[in-house]
Structure formats: C-alpha cells, structure tokens
C-alpha cells in the first residue's frame, strides 16, 4: 500500500501515531495481522469525540454506532460528567478502600443501592466487567463456605454467555472461538443451552427447555451447586441472544426453590441499553448477586460494582479468627474519580429523563430495521431496548452462516465507515448499541446509514 507523502504537521503527526501503535501497542480482540496492514484507514485513530460522533486523525467525524464498545451513556464530552470529574481531581484522584472511606465511593454506593433491583444494599467496586464477575464468583463459593454448605461449589451458566475475559469469568463462559483454547486452565461449569428462540431448537419454548434442563441438573446434584448466572434477557457477545420473557422470571425462581444463588451479569445490559434501567427490570427480578460495569460511569472511566443482597453480605460478618472475611481487592478499588463520574452519571439519567424517551427509540429502531427482514442474507434480527443484533447468514432459510474466513460481518462494518458510521461485529452479527441518550435525528441516521450499508453490500455481490 502507498501512503501519500506527508504533507502537513499533522499528515506527519499522524503518520507518526500509527506507526508508534504498530509498533508498540497490541490491541484487544484484534487479529493483529490484519491490523498491522491496515495503515491509516479512516476510523482507525480516534482523536477526540462530540456528543454522539467520534472524529478521526483527519477529523472525519463517526456516529458512535456502539456506544465506544457499548459503554457510552449520554455521548462524549457532557458538561456534567467532565465537571464532576475536574471537580474531584481538585480534592483527590485516587485513596485506598483498604482500611479507609472516600466520599464519591460512598455517594455512589448509595445511588446504586437505591435505584437497583430491591434487596441489593451491598456495593464491592473493582474496576472491570471481568472483575466484578470474579467478584461474584468467589463470594457466592464463598457465601456457602461460611453458612456451613461447603459442598456447595459448582455453577451453570448458559452456553454463549460472557462474563469476561480473566480466568474465572472465563470458567462461566461458553463462547467456543474464546474459550476453548483456555479450558485446561479454567474450574469446570456445567453448561446449559441458551434459550434463544433462534438458535435453540425449541425455538419459541427454548426459554421452558432451559429451565427443564436447569431442574433436570438439580434433581441430581442440586446440593452441588452454589449459583446460577446469567446475562439477563440478553446475551451481549454471544450474539444479541434475546431470551423468552418468562426466562429470567423462571430462572429466579428455580434458584431460589432449590437454595442456589442468582448472579445476574448486567455489565452490558445495566443502565438503560434494554429499555429499562436494568434488564432485571423487565421481569420484575432481584438477583442475589449483580454484576456492573461498562456504563457505570458512563462510559468514562473504569469502574465496576458487584452488589449482593444483605443475606449474602452477613454471611461475611464474623470474628477475623473465623475466617469469614473476604479476601479480595484490587488497588483501584472505589477510584474516586471514577466514582465521582459515576455518580454524576446516575444522577444525569434522572435528570434529563433518559429512561423516558427509550420506549420511543427501540420502537423507531425496530420499526427502521424491519426494512431488512426481507433481505436474503439477514437470517434474524434480534433486539431488547437499545441493543440490536442483525444476524447475516449465507442461506436464511437453512440458517446457514457465512464462511467465517470470509469475515462478512467485519467486511460489511468497515463499508459502514464510507456512511459515517462506527461500530464492531460479532461474528456475522452486526452489532447496533446506540448511547441510550442519542437524539432521534442521529438515530435516524444511523439507521438508514447501517440499512443501506448492508442493501449496497450484498447488491454488490462482495460478500
Ligand atoms: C463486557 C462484559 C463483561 C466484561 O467486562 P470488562 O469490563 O470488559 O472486563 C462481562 N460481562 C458482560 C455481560 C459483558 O458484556
């Protein structure tokens, strides 16, 4: 490839950047080969972003079509967050909760108390999605260990799901392109189909099956297990995998029947993606263990909560010698600037009457996207509030994907770009997580932009 001759400061600049990052940084989930060849392609360097739009090196500006890896809240840049963030860093950026309080740590822990499902009082930061899964993971072995259930040390989790990518949060993942390799270093889970009506052969019952399946695993081992998770009505990375309504309801109360606690991973769907508040929402369900994160502050900074209810919490409770106390941490546990940018985000999405204004906008997404039902090569279109999965597929009707080595759905993202959108696939799913705050006239955009994207690619006969 031939790169024009740098001309300004800033072609130089630019030129500079990228080749630095070659040369230095090795980026998550990216095959680095292709990445390497990729030079400065339009949308690779993000420089700065507004509102709703990333910019790139040559100021080319993007909708931000995947809320910057579905995290982003109330777009780039908002005057409330950057304040409160100038505004602690003018008291201090970082002190320990090991041994000691900070104020935003506490303010927030209070607003996540108050606004999550009821019966979760109980906050534990760290500073990931895949942390604060470790997080539940060790409590809930943990809780059963000091109410004298020992036994109790086993976990289902769903096929497709993912919790993240640390060894734990590995053990109760079944995405098979990202975990199988690591299996001879993860504990053993004992897995149970996803009730995706599309991908599970029940289809519309698939949400009824798993549950059988679930009961039909208890009735021989039940005093085995310790917990369940789930990523609730939605399964995010597995593929936009919506549930049957019913499913987690269900699930809620198979667990408590059989004495097992409910972990409910909502890094990805927390904070108003699903059209509510929380996906758990929905269905009118209290998990016994919460898991936060990507939109927690926002989508600014690195912060993640576990939340447990007040029974699993005093479990931990006990004098030092009986070896009740938690042992974990990480050092950045409670960050107060990220703290701080939580709280100034919860508080943003009451004020501005974010939750208000979803309804209308999963309608609109839903009402643009059945444009492309039709369409030969898109097998299903999945979606739960704001997050939207369009599946495309090589044969439909026999739901025959794509050669995977022909990478459509990468392909069709980066046609996307030409149209001024960004977003990432998984797999041949591309992926539509707009901010929850994006106003209808970008939306829109984004919309028409991602149809015609796909119309045009197939037209073309490029796939
Ligand atoms: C992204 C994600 C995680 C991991 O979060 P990180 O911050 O990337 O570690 C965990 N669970 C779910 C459901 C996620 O979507």
Known sequence: MTAMPPETPQDRWTARLVELDNTHVWHPFTPMRQWLEGGDEPGRLIVAGEGFELIDQAGRRYIDGFSSLWCNLHGHRVPQIDQAICSQLEKIAHSTLLGHACPPSIELAERLARIAPAGLTKVFYSDSGASAVEVATKSAFQYFRNIGQAGRQRFIALREGYHGDTLGAMSLGGIDTFHTLFRPLLFETTFVDSPNAYHHPAGEQAGRAVLDQIAAILERAGDSYCAVITEPMIQAAGGMLTHRSGFLRGLRELTERQGLLLIADEVATGFCRTGRLFACNHEDVSPDILCLGK??????????????????????????????????????????????????????????????????????????????????????????????????????????GFDPAMQVGAAVCRAARKRGILTRPLGDVVVLMPAPAMDMETLERLLRGIIETIQEHFAAGTV
Request: hydrophobic share 40%; net charge positive.
């Open 295 to 400: 939109g927690l502050t926002g989508g600014y900074l690195p912060v993640a909560a576990t939340l447990t209810s007040r029974k699993v919490f005093d479990a931990f409770r006990g004098a030092v010698t009986e070896g009740k106390t938690f042992y974990h941490g990480h050092t950045y546990t409670g960050n107060a600037l990220g703290c701080a940018a939580g709280v100034a985000s919860i508080d943003l999405i009451f004020s501005s009457g974010l939750l208000d204004g979803l309804a209308e906008k999963a309608r609109l997404m839903g009402d643009r996207l059945a444009e492309l039902r039709d369409h030969r090569h898109v097998a299903d279109i999945r979606q739960c509030g704001l997050m939207v999965g369009i599946e495309l597929a090589d044969d439909r009707k026999r739901r025959r």
